[in-house]
């Protein structure tokens, strides 16, 4: 895949300003960590993953798992960009009948590859898609991207464990590492630091980067590509709302769409004009 780190950028930019006219249209989502994680998501779908949209099913094609399925605008953005679905189709979200709705459904639209919502239950799901990667001989890896107040759920860990038990070096976790969650600073609500120790722990190879800088992201796909025998998690220290001054480190925006004076004024710091 193709690697120009400021295309990739500007594309970054293009899917935040998705992000805030999806949501200041359908009057409702979560803007915060959709935006936070925009970077990690452009560098796979467009940098990286091998995926084509005239073939979504592709047994062969790598797999994306939004275990924080409330992000789902950040996924809208990019697969419709990518070409699997008219870039219009996004001013549906959230709306009666749209195949866009606030969690991604494997059903209604082609490039979702596992339908989540429930935190916690897609790193399982990636997990189990990385196994059976290995037991069928197939080649392709398995992405998926966590909030990091979505590992306050056992349900993680026991995925965690059960990854590093199988050995499985085809599965890399991104954890969006804002440090905000719904009910606001993680460490008050449920301290899952220090989350690099923790995976260590389990037995992962672990790496922590900037997730607003392409050029770290893609260092880290390439090293756990490289990494043999383990899975790789990526903790990736971001900023919630990252690109939106008044919505950036403020967890009031974890689920408050904007409203149109509120969605012109992002749109013109993001740099589109949507």
């Known amino acids: 895949m193709s690697k120009n780190i400021e295309e990739l950028k500007s594309l970054a930019q293009t899917v935040r300003g998705d992000i805030v006219s999806m949501l200041t249209e359908s009057c409702s989502g979560h803007p915060g960590g959709s935006l936070s994680c925009a970077d990690i998501v452009?560098?796979?779908?467009?940098?990286?993953?091998?995926?084509?949209?005239?073939?979504?099913?592709?047994?062969?094609?790598?797999?994306?798992?939004?275990?924080?399925?409330?992000?789902?605008?950040?996924?809208?953005?990019?697969?419709a960009r990518k070409g699997y679905f008219k870039v219009e189709e996004l001013s549906t979200l959230r709306k009666f009948s749209s195949r866009l709705q606030g969690h991604?459904?494997?059903?209604?639209?082609?490039?979702?590859?596992?339908?989540?919502?429930?935190?916690?239950?897609?790193?399982?799901?990636?997990?189990?898609?990385?196994?059976?990667?290995?037991?069928?001989?197939?080649?392709?890896?398995?992405?998926t991207i966590l909030g990091d107040g979505e590992l306050e759920e056992g349900q993680v860990w026991e995925a965690t464990m059960s990854a590093a038990h199988y050995k499985l070096d085809n599965l890399t976790a991104f954890i969006d590492f804002n440090g905000l969650q719904i009910d606001g600073d993680i460490t008050k609500v449920m301290n899952p630091s220090p989350i690099d120790k923790k995976f260590e722990a389990f037995g992962w190879n672990v790496l922590v980067i900037d997730g607003h800088n392409m050029e770290e992201i893609f260092g880290a796909i390439e090293k756990a590509k490289n990494c043999k025998g383990k899975p790789t998690a990526v903790i990736c220290k971001t900023v919630k709302g990252k690109g939106v001054s008044f919505m950036e480190n403020q967890?009031?925006?974890?689920?408050?769409?904007?409203?149109?004076?509120?969605?012109?004024?992002?749109?013109?710091e993001i740099g589109g004009d949507k």
């Open 42 to 79: 452009t560098a796979l779908f467009f940098g990286e993953m091998n995926i084509d949209p005239s073939n979504p099913k592709d047994e062969n094609r790598d797999r994306f798992v939004l275990s924080k399925g409330h992000a789902a605008p950040v996924l809208y953005s990019a697969l």
């Open 104 to 143: 991604p459904s494997m059903k209604c639209l082609p490039g979702v590859d596992m339908s989540t919502g429930s935190l916690g239950q897609g790193i399982s799901v990636a997990t189990g898609m990385a196994l059976a990667g290995k037991i069928d001989n197939k080649n392709y890896r398995v992405y």
């Open 251 to 268: 967890a009031g925006w974890h689920g408050t769409a904007p409203n149109k004076e509120q969605c012109k004024q992002a749109l013109a």
